[in-house]
């Protein structure tokens, strides 16, 4: 199941990318052997200041036809790393091919869009920055595919 990492926003060169990156990496050496993966950066930019709609837009042509969409916003249900992986596990074993997580901007994501996802998830209550929101997603997959191959990074 190839993940798609949908983002507003471009994510400079600094220590979230370089976290990301290795989150990301990890996560494609642990998940291919569970068929998980590869993951994969898709970012848009709202050059015009169109605001909500306008990322929403450019978002929904980033979005892989036939994927299944799932928002991080802060409405969305928390659920802790070992429900995240039976998650993802349940859309691979479902023969899901693809699964876009959307991360919006700074006002975050377009009530449209939102109600047409499959799923939606949050960190918690407290609002977090869409470039960290980046990394902690890609460490969640990585953790994900830990746990789902009885790795050791994951501790109860």
């Not at 994969?40 to 450019?58: F, R, S």
């Not at 074993?93 to 991360?103: C, E, H, L, N, Y």
């Amino acid at each position: 199941m190839r993940v798609h990492i949908c983002a507003v926003g471009r994510l400079r060169k600094g220590p979230e990318r370089d976290l990301y990156d290795d989150y990301l990496t990890r996560f494609d050496r642990t998940g291919r052997a569970l068929a998980l993966g590869p993951a994969q950066l898709i970012e848009v930019e709202d050059k015009k200041g169109g605001g909500m709609p306008a990322e929403a837009a450019l978002l929904e042509r980033a979005i892989p036809t036939g994927s299944l969409i799932c928002v991080m916003d802060e409405r969305g249900k928390v659920q802790s790393s070992p429900e995240f992986a039976d998650m993802l596990g349940q859309w691979r074993d479902q023969g899901r091919q693809d699964v876009a997580f959307v991360i919006g901007g700074a006002d975050g994501i377009d009530p449209n869009l939102r109600d047409r996802a499959d799923a939606a998830l949050s960190f918690g209550k407290m609002v977090w920055p869409h470039m960290l929101v980046r990394v902690m997603l890609a460490e969640q997959l990585y953790r994900a595919a830990s746990i789902l191959s009885n790795g050791p990074y994951h501790r109860v």
